[in-house]
């Protein structure tokens, strides 16, 4: 009951309300959540690639890892705010939508396989860093972390078509 009260308030909410009865704060805020997950994604599908073997880029998986890294989290972060904000205009649909749930579990998943990969196959890196292909630890790290973030597009565009 008290979580139902809650995401009421947030659908009733000024942003919530203001986003959702707006014909441009809707559309402006996915827009930039849809800009920050495609950065998020091809930064990390980018590293991801290179951890599966493909070494197509000139640079070691640390160095590639250290360059895109800034780029990853300050989409992440953006994505994060739109995508709350874009909750707040229907969080009691949203959270009724499977896809939605769904969703959420990918990127739970996603955080857990890049927290496994930094204190397993990573501590090593030093080991392996220009190593074609890399270790089967941080091979199998980036084949999940790929199909999680390609679950994360998936279901965030069917949201789209489920959330009335």
Do not use: C
């Not at 809650?6 to 959702?20: D, K, N, T």
């Not at 969080?91 to 397993?120: E, Q, S, T």
């Not at 390609?150 to 959330?163: E, H, K, N, P, S």
Request: glycine share 8%.
């Amino acid at each position: 009951m008290i979580w139902a009260n809650f995401l009421q308030s947030l659908y009733e909410s000024p942003v919530g309300s203001g986003i959702r009865e707006s014909s441009i704060l809707f559309p402006l805020i996915e827009s930039i959540h849809v800009l920050m997950t495609t950065t998020v994604v091809g930064t990390i599908a980018i590293v991801d690639l290179r951890l599966i073997g493909y070494g197509s880029h000139r640079k070691g998986a640390r160095q590639l890892i250290l360059d895109l890294l800034p780029f990853t989290w300050a989409a992440f972060a953006l994505a994060a705010i739109t995508g709350s904000l874009l909750f707040t205009s229907n969080a009691p649909n949203y959270v009724a939508d499977a896809p939605f749930r769904f969703k959420m579990i990918a990127l739970v998943l996603a955080a857990i396989n890049m927290g496994v990969f930094h204190l397993g196959a990573y501590k090593r890196i030093g080991e392996w860093n220009d190593a074609l292909p890399p270790p089967a630890a941080a091979r199998i790290s980036g084949a999940i972390s790929l199909v999680l973030w390609i679950a994360v597009i998936f279901l965030g565009r069917w949201i789209g078509y489920t959330v009335q």
